[in-house]
């Protein structure tokens, strides 16, 4: 597949001179996350209508994806799920034009798929045998499950008390697990002194710069699926954050490629754990980056990440577009997925509970309006959670 993919670059940035994504890299000199850059001015000969009937996953935008000398993407089919209209939903909230983008139908049933199909492809392309992660759940089955595509290693590392089917779906793909007493934190650092010195690839969330790129599809397919428009509101919960920027970074390149207005941007709204909601509270102190939140616990597993290293990036996107930062607690959360599942018979993870939880909140305060467009992203699927309604 084609792309007009060019260079790294820092996201800060720090003035570090462009990287060579021709070997292995990881953050930039100064630290931050890296970057991929694509030649977007040669890109504007690419017409957005060249989409029709090309591959329903996220590979049908290989132009802007990461990818050198027309190689081929380790895929099983991600992306390109349903804009599902939900009008009992947003009948029930007064809303006319709401709009679930449901990501519990990707492979390994979260949109980690979208990260991992990213990263793994460009492991492979750069002859990484062994790959390691620290997860807190659903990204260590989608790192799994790309690996044995790929016919490569997984390490996982993860929090010791993580849910039961996170650690047999690894197992399931053939990924060897580690679990580690503590948090995705402690996890990172494990799985550092464990794989650094034997050479593994590390695929942490933003310390390798490929897992956005998967994650910024949904900003595309947000657009393509809205034909050519985009929300009034996008409510996302977020742990480390990629999908965020991801997206931010999205409707920035669609803007360059000519493909939609070059202002109206969505207001982004960041949804959190009341039991861990670093992000929420650097926003709200008007911080750039964010504390680490101590003693971090929440149902939602996705949720429970106390220190991101692209925090800066998230806080930018909220900020600048003008959107909002909302912390949720669990038993709002679990209501949440019941509401979804029972009014448009979704399968939504706590994280999907808390997103729309927080728009309840943004209705109630005024801030979102009965006719504006909103799409809630449900970011994985129920069935890995459900010993959360057993104790209801
Ligand atoms: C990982 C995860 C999140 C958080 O995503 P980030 O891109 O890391 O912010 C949200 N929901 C689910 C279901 C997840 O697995």
């Given at each position: 597949m084609s792309s007009y993919f060019t260079h790294l670059e820092c996201s800060v940035p720090c003035g570090a001179p462009a990287t060579d994504p021709r070997t292995v890299q990881h953050l930039c000199v100064c630290g931050a996350p890296l970057m991929a850059r694509y030649d977007l001015a040669a890109a504007r000969g690419w017409s957005r209508d060249s989409l029709a009937g090309r591959v329903a996953s996220m590979w049908r935008y290989h132009e802007v994806m990461p990818l050198l000398d027309d190689e081929a993407p380790v895929t099983l089919g991600e992306g390109w799920t349903p804009m599902v209209p939900a009008p009992r939903l947003g009948a029930a909230l007064g809303l006319s034009r709401l709009f679930i983008k449901d990501e519990s139908l990707n492979?390994?049933?979260?949109?980690?798929?979208?990260?991992?199909?990213?990263?793994?492809?460009?492991?492979?392309?750069?002859?990484?045998?062994?790959?390691?992660?620290?997860?807190?759940?659903?990204?260590?089955?989608?790192?799994?499950?790309?690996a044995a595509r790929a016919g490569m290693d997984a390490r996982v590392f993860m929090p010791r008390d993580v849910k039961t089917p996170f650690i047999r779906e690894c197992e399931l793909y053939g990924a060897?697990?580690?679990?580690?007493?503590?948090?995705?934190?402690?996890?990172?650092?494990?799985?550092?002194?464990?794989?650094?010195?034997?050479g593994w690839y590390d695929v942490s969330t933003l310390k390798e710069p490929y897992r956005i790129e998967g994650k910024k599809t949904m900003g595309y397919e947000v657009a393509e699926q809205l034909g050519w428009t985009l929300p009034d509101w996008i409510i996302y919960p977020t742990g480390g954050g990629t999908g965020m920027v991801g997206m931010w970074k999205a409707f920035a390149e669609m803007s360059a490629l000519g493909w939609i207005d070059p202002v109206k941007r969505p207001?982004?709204?960041?949804?959190?754990?009341?039991?861990?909601?670093?992000?929420?509270?650097?926003?709200?102190?008007?911080?750039?980056?964010?504390?680490?939140?101590?003693?971090?616990?929440?149902?939602?597993d996705g949720l429970r990440v106390p220190r991101a290293i692209g925090d800066f990036l998230v806080l930018r996107a909220v900020r600048d577009s003008g959107g909002a930062a909302v912390a949720v607690d669990d038993a709002d959360m679990?209501?949440?997925?019941?509401?979804?599942?029972?009014?448009?018979?979704?399968?939504?993870?706590?994280?999907?509970?808390?997103?729309?939880?927080a728009l309840r909140t943004l209705i109630a305060s005024g801030r979102v309006a009965p006719d504006d467009s909103v799409v809630l992203f449900n970011t994985g699927g129920a069935l890995k959670y459900l010993d959360v309604l057993e104790t209801r």
């Open positions: 492979p390994t049933n979260s949109f980690k798929a979208r990260g991992l199909s990213a990263a793994v492809t460009r492991a492979a392309h750069l002859g990484a045998t062994v790959l390691s992660i620290p997860t807190a759940g659903n990204a260590g089955n989608a790192l799994a499950a790309y060897h697990v580690t679990l580690v007493d503590g948090l995705i934190t402690d996890a990172g650092r494990v799985a550092a002194e464990t794989g650094t010195p034997l207001k982004m709204v960041t949804v959190q754990a009341s039991g861990c909601a670093p992000i929420i509270r650097a926003f709200e102190a008007g911080a750039e980056k964010a504390a680490p939140w101590e003693n971090a616990h929440t149902v939602a679990v209501a949440g997925m019941l509401d979804i599942g029972r009014l448009e018979g979704v399968s939504a993870a706590p994280e999907g509970g808390a997103a729309l939880h």
